[in-house]
Nanobody
Framework: VQLQASGGGLVQAGGSLRLSCAAS????????MGWFRQAPGKEREFIAG????????YYTDSVKGRFTISRDNAKNTVYLQMNSLKVEDTAVYYC??????????????????WGQGTLVTVSS
């Protein structure tokens, strides 16, 4: 399985972007998926995850109510809808796949496959 993230760009504060992460492979639906971000000088952080089974979603507090993760298993794609963007959301955003049929976790070390990252820049 390979992951390809897209959808990043430059947006003004208060605006919206939708990130996509397309996966190759036939068993995409069996993997929990996560979105992470890494700002300059900071560690990579979990921001959202979605389970492989019933699509239960998880968010870090800083994005709750603003970001929405979803997945379309028929299209092998996971999305991150980002609304009400803030300057502090500026970062490189990565999608990642967890282990087969495992639970969503915030632990970056539990994710075994990563997309290449897409840059989101929010201007004031």
């Amino acid at each position: 399985v390979q992951l390809q993230a897209s959808g990043g760009g430059l947006v003004q504060a208060g605006g919206s972007l939708r990130l996509s992460c397309a996966a190759s492979g036939r068993t995409f639906g069996d993997y929990p998926m996560g979105w992470f971000r890494q700002a300059p000088g900071k560690e990579r952080e979990f921001i959202a995850g979605i389970s492989w089974s019933v699509g239960t979603t998880y968010y870090t507090d800083s994005v709750k109510g603003r970001f929405t993760i979803s997945r379309d298993n028929a299209k092998n794609t996971v999305y991150l809808q980002m609304n009400s963007l803030k300057v502090e959301d500026t970062a490189v955003y990565y999608c990642a796949a967890g282990r087969w049929k495992s639970q969503v976790t915030m632990d970056v070390r539990r994710y075994v496959l990563w997309g290449q990252g897409t840059l989101v820049t929010v201007s004031s």
